[in-house]
């Protein structure tokens, strides 16, 4: 009985030597879209554990705040749009872009059933998350490439979340809303029409972009690795089990209707997300080119100043990538 009583003692003691060896590391994202898939699929797998990091992913819907948060060091990796990052930095924020989970914007303007046509755009309010995020980016680009003047033909509103903007067409505060998979795909079912697919005009931009705040970047360059090692068998995973990657979408999503996950799954990992957090250098060009409009300071910019490429380089480097994917 006593041996039994110290054995139990003793793997109790091994255990909590593990978890007060991980690494904690805070994960922050800033909306619920299919783009986050891989930090999802990671952290449900368990696989930023097996990189000895003790991780929390956290949802703050709003890139410019995540952005502060992450400058503040309450986070020690931001997934949000590569526009708010940037733009943080150019405001003399020490923050450095190390990857990019898409390079394009993945949104459409759907529409209340009386509006015909974009030209019924005019007048018309149209809900995006947040000023300044990549639905308001997507918004006003697409509204400009139709010969609509974002403000002064068409009101643009802040709803807060993706589950806003839906509601927002349903109770008639809104009669335009630009949403993304799979929240897109419940408003196409509740009878809503796409008018402008944004997906399609393939508009190359980081979004999102990942994130490290300069301090965090200095001290513990060895917990940075890690996370790029989890997160590339984190998308790896997902697309080699869909059976979890399906869960994790609802999950975060709270989307279980399985026609709209499918749909998501199809579009996000057969067509969106990249295997690894590969930079698209045209898309982060957009990026600054739409931040010149709003600040001066980005028109002299360049976007190799934004970016730390040396964990992407460093993992290209490993051989992991070759291994998962061979």
């Known amino acids: 009985m006593k041996r039994m009583i110290l054995m139990t003692a003793f793997l109790a003691l091994l255990i909590a030597s593990s978890s007060w060896g991980a690494e904690r590391i805070r994960i922050g994202y800033s909306s619920i879209s299919g783009s986050y898939i891989g930090l999802w699929v990671a952290h449900d797998a368990g696989l930023f554990s097996k990189e000895g990091l003790e991780d929390q992913i956290i949802l703050i819907p709003s890139g410019s705040q995540l952005a502060q948060v992450t400058v503040a060091g309450e ?4 997934a949000l749009n590569g526009s708010s990052a940037m733009a943080a930095a150019l405001k003399g924020a020490d923050l450095k872009i190390i990857g990019n989970t898409v390079n394009k914007m993945i949104f459409s303007i759907y529409v209340r059933p009386e509006i015909k046509s974009v030209e019924g755009l005019k007048g018309k309010k149209l809900g995006v998350t947040r000023f300044g995020s990549s639905t308001d980016i997507s918004a006003r680009y697409a509204l400009r490439k139709h010969n609509l003047q974002p403000e002064k033909e068409v009101t643009i509103l802040q709803m807060g979340s993706m589950s806003s903007i839906m509601g927002g067409l349903q109770g008639g505060s809104i009669e335009a809303g630009v949403v993304s998979p799979p929240t897109l795909f419940a408003v196409d079912k509740l009878g809503f029409k796409e008018i402008i697919n944004i997906t399609d005009m393939d508009l190359a931009f980081p979004n999102p972009s990942l994130l490290i705040q300069g301090g965090i970047l200095r ?40 026609v709209f996950l499918q749909k998501a799954y199809d579009l996000y990992i057969g067509k969106v997300l990249e295997k690894a957090p590969y930079i698209n250098m045209t898309g982060m060009q957009n990026a600054l080119d739409d931040l010149a409009k709003a600040v001066p300071e980005a028109r002299n910019a360049k976007p190799d100043q934004f970016i730390d490429f040396r964990f992407l380089e460093k993992l290209e480097k490993s051989g992991l990538l070759k291994e998962l994917y061979k």
Do not use: C, N, Q
Not at 75 to 78: H, K, L, P, S
Not at 223 to 247: P, Q
């Open 219 to 258: 001290s513990k360059p060895d917990v940075i690795d890690r996370f790029m090692r989890a997160y590339a068998r984190g998308m790896h995973r997902a697309r080699t089990d869909k059976e979890l990657t399906l869960k994790s979408i609802a999950r975060y999503s709270k989307v279980d209707d399985p």
């Open 75 to 78: 986070v020690d990796i931001a």
